[in-house]
């Protein structure tokens, strides 16, 4: 058996040997070059073999027959379609509420927070003010009590300072978005303290406004979310959404990496996450250099805005340095900071609590909490004050929600309400005339045990993607609405949303505009652009790992064919940690978990081939049997799932080895961020 490992996803191949097939003008080159030197063998024969006519019929001989070997005898030219009459690709249709998923269904507990009476606040007009219902309820007046705030400045992009204490009196201008408040009383005993938001608008640019031409564009990102997931864990928002939105909802929105970072650098930069196309990709680098869609947005006058959460693991500050200049006009990572600056020991411990939470255990206050408050909340809340403080003016909020959804999706329904409330609120006071509003996510679950059941290997594949528009632009632009709803039936990308959000950027409305360009499809294609429906992952820029465009069957888990490759891809893993081998332990092969022959939907289309001698003297290869394995290795009780070709039972080439539950703190012995998903430090 020949097995041979594929490594490109963590070590590049830096020499390459490479044979270049050739092409139509190589080939009429080279029989012009061959016709030359054929002819002055011909002339040698004659002038000096004048007699031999043997020798001359030989030369012709050979000529006719290297001119049938170029013109007749090239490599095989078999095509192939795609075996479904309807389109080149068939959409899967995955039952949000499967059996398998819905054993993993559960209800979380109503959330609980600290039980502290917010003694202050500030008003949508940015001014800090004390809390007369508390100080009623407390039985407190305003001479009773020593309230200050200090404003949290930003130190670069992975530290906050709190300024000097201020003693104010209310009601007083707060010149910055974050302020830590305290009260004490008259001895000095701290009866309250939190963080508090405001959007002070102090950029100097000149902000245009937004009309029914420049539409402002917002964008609520859901981590770790697909379009099943929001179904089944966000009903009311998916209903409220679609039914009284209008949002269309992409239902061939397919992701085109693996996690976060290669999904969200295509959507605001419309290249991939490569260094081929990019000046770095991740590692302690600074991302100002990034051609980010805020940049091209705020050049037009538009105000921006920027908010992710969970510091640790945000996009462009996990495993490298974030920003060195912040990427918006507001920029709500300061916030977080504050927080842990705060509560060092238990932001620490949040994800442990969590963990605790996910497995039914009832904590006095939940890791989802910031004291009084609960952190999606805070979210919202700066998020309506962004829109709020700019109203009618031209806007672009980029805004991103990793920790109640990265690592457990059940505790995504808590936010339900709350996610209507907002729109509800959005809608009602105006906010969505002038605006095209997203609601989205970049992958589906990945680290969960959803991801490892048949349908949910579909969904990890297929996040959300539902976008609405404004009621004034679907009735002057009936076609793109039409050609929207065409493409919500087809594969999308990323690539497509950034090109999207360029048309809207530029105000590029015309119906007549194409999506191919000199007979070729571009990666991305605006959704405002009718994308065909033959268009194949390929086309798309989505690697073979991530198309959903495929067909699948369950296999003996036990079979001998099954088990090396699950026994070739530790061997591998193993090999990939041969540098850290005195910090990781060996892995070894301890079960199959699951085991699925993909097969294609392709067969020969003999009608449409060019003739070729070899066509009547070869048949063209079977595509190799593809097999999807998942399995488990010891010690650290990791799953991992793996691609393999095969052919004639034989395992011709391993894929990546990707991780699918979490690695937590098994692997903090390493720095390196793909070595992490396989180290089990000593």
């Known amino acids: 058996m020949t097995i041979m490992g594929d490594n490109s996803s963590y070590h590049q191949i830096r020499d390459e040997m490479r044979i270049m097939p050739i092409t139509s003008g190589q080939a009429k080159s080279a029989i012009s070059v061959s ?18 006519r043997k020798q001359i019929l030989a030369v012709c001989f050979v000529s006719l027959l290297l001119f049938a070997n170029f ?3 090239q490599p095989s030219k078999f095509r192939f379609s795609n075996n479904n009459v309807n389109a080149v690709c068939t959409l899967p249709e995955i039952d949000p509420f499967d059996d398998e998923i819905m054993k993993l269904n559960w209800h979380p507990r109503p959330v609980v927070c600290e039980n502290t009476p917010p003694f202050m606040f500030i008003d949508r007009k940015g001014f800090i003010h004390l809390n007369s219902t508390t100080l009623s309820s407390e039985k407190l007046s305003n001479s009773d009590i020593d309230c200050t705030y200090q404003h949290v400045e930003r130190q670069f992009d992975d530290d906050v300072i709190f300024k000097k204490e201020v003693r104010f009196v209310e009601p007083e201008y707060i010149e910055c978005d974050f302020v830590v408040a305290r009260c004490r009383d008259k001895g000095g005993k701290k009866l309250y303290e939190s ?13 245009r406004n937004e009309s029914q031409q420049q539409l402002s564009v917002l964008v609520l990102g859901i981590d770790s979310l697909s379009r099943n997931g929001a179904l089944r864990k966000l009903p009311k928002t998916m209903k409220y959404f679609e039914d009284v939105l209008g949002g269309i909802s992409f239902k061939g929105y397919t992701k085109v990496g693996e996690n976060t970072f290669p999904n969200l650098v295509p959507l605001l930069t419309g290249k991939k996450a490569d260094p081929r196309e990019l000046p770095h990709v991740w590692g302690q680098h600074y991302f100002d250099d990034y051609p980010l869609i805020h940049h091209n947005f705020s050049s037009a006058g538009y105000v921006t805005l920027y908010a992710e959460d969970w510091p640790a693991f945000s996009t462009f500050n996990y495993a490298s340095k974030g920003f060195i200049v912040p990427p918006s006009d507001h920029y709500i990572r300061p916030m977080y900071l504050g927080m842990k600056k705060m509560q060092p020991v238990v932001t620490s411990l949040d994800q442990v609590f969590l963990f605790l939470e996910d497995k039914n255990i009832k904590m006095k206050s939940s890791s989802l909490c910031f004291k009084n408050q609960l952190k999606h909340h805070m979210f919202l809340e700066y998020f309506k004050r962004f829109v709020d403080v700019y109203r009618k003016k031209a806007k672009f909020a980029f805004t991103w929600m990793n920790e109640i959804s990265h690592d457990y999706s059940n505790f995504l329904e808590i936010a339900d309400q709350d996610f209507v409330d907002f729109l509800i609120w959005l809608k009602e006071d105006g906010h969505l005339n002038n605006t095209v509003m997203m609601l989205m996510s970049d992958h589906g679950s990945r680290t969960e045990a959803i991801r490892n059941t048949a349908a949910g290997r579909i969904e990890v594949r297929m996040p959300l993607l539902s976008i609405a528009l404004p009621e004034h632009f679907k009735h002057q632009h009936p076609v793109l609405v039409e050609t929207m709803i ?26 007549q505009l194409q999506s191919i360009i000199d007979g070729k499809l571009p990666r991305g294609i605006s959704l405002f652009r009718k994308i065909p429906k033959e268009r194949t992952c390929a086309d798309a820029g989505i690697h073979e790992l991530f198309c959903a465009c495929f067909t699948s069957h369950p296999v003996d888990k036990t079979s001998k064919l099954v088990l090396e490759i699950a026994n070739a891809s530790v061997t591998k893993i193993n090999a990939m940690l041969s540098d850290v081998k005195h910090k990781c332990a ?22 449409n081939e060019e003739f070729t001698l070899r066509n009547l003297l070869f048949k063209p290869k079977e595509n190799k049997r593809k097999y999807l394995v998942l399995f488990k290795a010891a010690p650290s009780g990791a799953l991992f799932e793996v691609t393999a070709n095969v052919e004639n039972d034989d395992v011709i080439k391993l894929g990546d080895i990707i991780r699918t539950n979490k690695y937590g703190t098994q692997s903090q012995c390493v720095e390196d961020r793909v070595l992490r998903n396989y180290c089990f430090c000593i």
């Not at 030197?37 to 031999?52: D, G």
């Not at 963080?195 to 902000?207: A, G, M």
């Open 486 to 511: 065409h493409n919500s039936k087809v594969i999308t990308t990323p690539f497509d949303v950034y090109a999207f959000m360029d048309d809207v950027l530029h105000k590029k409305f015309d119906n």
């Open 35 to 52: 016709s030359g030197v054929i002819f002055a063998i011909t002339v040698r024969t004659v002038r000096y073999s004048k007699a031999n």
């Open 71 to 73: 013109r007749y005898n």
């Open 195 to 207: 963080l508090l938001i405001n959007v002070n608008p102090h950029t100097d640019k000149s902000i």
């Open 586 to 607: 060996e892995l070894s092969f301890s079960r199959v978990e699951d085991a699925q022959l993909i097969e294609s939907n392709f067969k020969r289309a003999v009608e």
